[in-house]
Nanobody, 125 residues
Framework: QVQLVESGGGLVQAGDSLRLSCAASGRTLINNRMGWFRQAPGKEREFVAAINWSSGITYYADSVKGRFTISRDNAKNTVYLQMNSLKPEDTAVYYC??????????????????WGQGTQVTVSS
């Protein structure tokens, strides 16, 4: 069992920055993958970014490349999502997720095994 707790969401204006955090407990993250997804009202959950914990290899959705950065802190068992140049279309509930192993597609929500409760990000224009 893995417990994931997100924090850092909020209400910001377009162009601002936010950093989301996701603290993991219950299982080693070594040789596994952590991801960030988001879901806007009336839309499906979509992939944002992922990181292979041991290698540090990262993956990004095209819509956030160059604006968002995923990183991890091994000592704190925490994954971060630094979000810069935020846009109103980034408004969503953001979820972190844990996947056993690092094979297969990073962007498929169905491949992730554990999910956090989500944190709301609202970007006003």
């Amino acid at each position: 069992q893995v417990q994931l707790v997100e924090s850092g969401g909020g209400l910001v204006q377009a162009g601002d920055s936010l950093r989301l955090s996701c603290a993991a407990s219950g299982r080693t993250l070594i040789n596994n993958r952590m991801g960030w997804f988001r879901q806007a009202p009336g839309k499906e959950r979509e992939f944002v970014a992922a990181i292979n914990w041991s290698s540090g290899i990262t993956y990004y959705a095209d819509s956030v490349k160059g604006r968002f950065t995923i990183s991890r802190d091994n000592a704190k068992n925490t994954v971060y999502l630094q979000m810069n140049s935020l846009k109103p279309e980034d408004t969503a509930v953001y979820y972190c997720a844990f996947r056993r192993g690092t094979t297969a597609a990073a962007a498929a929500p169905a491949l992730y095994d554990y999910w956090g409760q989500g944190t709301q990000v609202t970007v006003s224009s």
